[in-house]
């Protein structure tokens, strides 16, 4: 059972476009929802992170939308650039101390220049 | 501050031998560090969970008798991949958990090919 659903699997954007990426969570014990964000060959490394208390987080060109009822999370990517093309997973944990994250499947963003 | 290394960052080895893979946390202790693995195009899957001492806990279908995690310290957690096989080729990925914190810190990966 696949407990955090991501899409599109795929995304092409034009260089200066809005990329959005959504996730779907089942557990609602989960209660850290982070993205990060992957080069070729790479480690993941965190773009961004959001607590079910806020409906919204933004850090610089990275906002992440949180619908609690609704059990889904969003990461847009404002004027996006060439240098933003990675793959990027959406992540979610349970509230306690030391737990895994269960991440969704990944998208591929292009930016075309 | 909060660096996770990983040791080798890529290795080639023969069938049936057997590899270590090395993750350290530089600058903070890691009550928690975990080991994912992750084929091409895919996502990150959980292997196993390691806390410092303690025996690791790992997910389901992963063999525990094959690959074998040794969590030393607060600051060092090891990837044994026992008789590898070509199959066992991917990507290792180890991440670590502060003892103040939720943020899960990863390394750079090892990519390892068994031929």
């Known amino acids: 059972q696949q407990q955090v659903k991501q899409s599109p699997q795929s995304l092409i954007v034009q260089k200066g476009g809005i990329s959005i990426i959504n996730c779907a969570y089942e557990n609602t014990a989960f209660d850290y929802f982070p993205w990060y964000q992957q080069f070729p060959g790479k480690g993941p490394a965190l773009l961004i992170a959001i607590r079910p208390d806020v409906s919204e987080k933004k850090e610089g060109r990275f906002t992440i939308s949180f619908n609690k009822s609704a059990k889904q999370f969003s990461l847009h990517i404002m004027d996006s650039q060439p240098g933003d093309s990675a793959t990027y997973f959406c992540a979610a944990s349970k509230k306690e101390a030391g737990t895994a994250l269960i991440f969704g499947k990944g998208t591929t963003l292009s930016v075309s220049s | 501050g909060a660096v996770v290394s990983q040791h080798p960052s890529w290795v080639i080895c023969k069938s049936g031998t057997s590899v270590k893979i090395e993750c350290r946390s530089l600058?903070?202790?890691?009550?928690?560090m975990f080991w994912y693995r992750q084929f091409p195009k895919q996502s990150l899957m959980l292997m196993a969970t390691?806390?410092?001492?303690?025996?690791?806990?790992?997910e389901q279908g992963v063999e525990k008798d094959k690959f074998l995690i040794n969590h030393a310290s607060l600051t060092l957690s090891t990837l044994t991949v026992t008789s590898a096989h070509p199959e066992d080729s991917s990507f290792y990925i180890c991440s670590a958990i502060r003892a103040s914190g939720d943020e899960q810190f990863f390394g750079p990966g090892t990519r390892l090919t068994v031929l």
């Open positions: 390691s806390n410092e001492g303690s025996k690791a806990t790992y």
């Open positions: 600058d903070f202790q890691a009550t928690t």
